[in-house]
């Protein structure tokens, strides 16, 4: 199979805050600093976004009872065409243990 780009979604328990999160984040993976904003809908949760070497980098809050706190996921930029159509590369069991190792935060895969 010919993939046309990567994509990841990981799981991260974190009992501190978005933008706390967020620095340990960009410094294990050096990555730029995340901005926030504010979802127009109803429960306006904030996402953390960058971009980096052709990445869209989202951090989002999970409001629902879970294990698991975060979720921090990456797509290739310019690939909505082939996500639909699957053909991107998922690297989510490669991330997992990035994050866990690099930045020290729990992460899983669900």
Do not use: Q
């Not at 974190?14 to 294990?28: C, N, P, Q, R, V």
């Not at 993976?29 to 953390?48: K, Q």
């Not at 989202?58 to 409001?63: Q, V």
């Amino acid at each position: 199979m010919k993939y046309n780009g990567a994509n990841a979604k990981i799981y991260l328990k974190f009992k501190g805050g978005i933008e706390d999160l967020s620095k340990i984040i960009s410094k294990g993976m050096i990555l730029p600093d995340f901005y926030f904003e504010t979802d127009i809908e109803f429960p306006h949760n904030i996402t953390g976004h960058c971009e980096a070497l052709g990445f869209s980098i989202w951090l989002n809050k999970l409001t629902d009872d879970n294990i698991f706190d975060y979720t921090l996921s990456i797509e290739t930029n310019m690939s909505l065409e082939y996500s639909y159509n699957n053909l991107l590369c998922d690297i989510s069991p490669w991330m997992v243990r990035y994050v866990s190792e690099i930045c020290e935060i729990e992460a899983a895969l669900m």
